[in-house]
């Protein structure tokens, strides 16, 4: 029959989901950040960190370029930029 799809229990950690991602990724300013969180709470990845303001930044290991964290920021300073 069929095998388990998984068949070992991991952390995200061994389970780096960056490596597709679409042409877009996101550029933190950390110009005009007022340290809010919208970024880190939208993020479906889980993968923005920072603690005060012009500090936010992601993990490109899970970062999908979904553009959400781009899309709420209310400052605006967070960029998508093309893949490199
Ligand atoms: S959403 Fe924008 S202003 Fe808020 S913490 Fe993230 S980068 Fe800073
Ligand atoms: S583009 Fe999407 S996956 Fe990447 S950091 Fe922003 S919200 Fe997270």
């Not at 061994?14 to 809010?36: A, H, M, V, Y």
Request: with cysteine.
């Amino acid at each position: 029959m069929f095998g388990p799809l998984i068949v070992k229990a991991g952390s995200s950690l061994n389970n780096k989901t960056g490596s597709w991602r679409t042409e877009l990724k996101p550029k933190f300013l950390q110009k005009d950040c007022i340290g809010c969180k919208m970024c880190m709470t939208i993020c479906p990845e889980g993968c923005i960190d920072g603690t005060v303001k012009n500090t936010f930044h992601c993990d490109f290991a899970y970062c999908k370029g979904c553009g959400l964290c781009a899309m709420l920021c209310p400052k605006k300073d967070i960029e998508m930029e093309k893949e490199k």
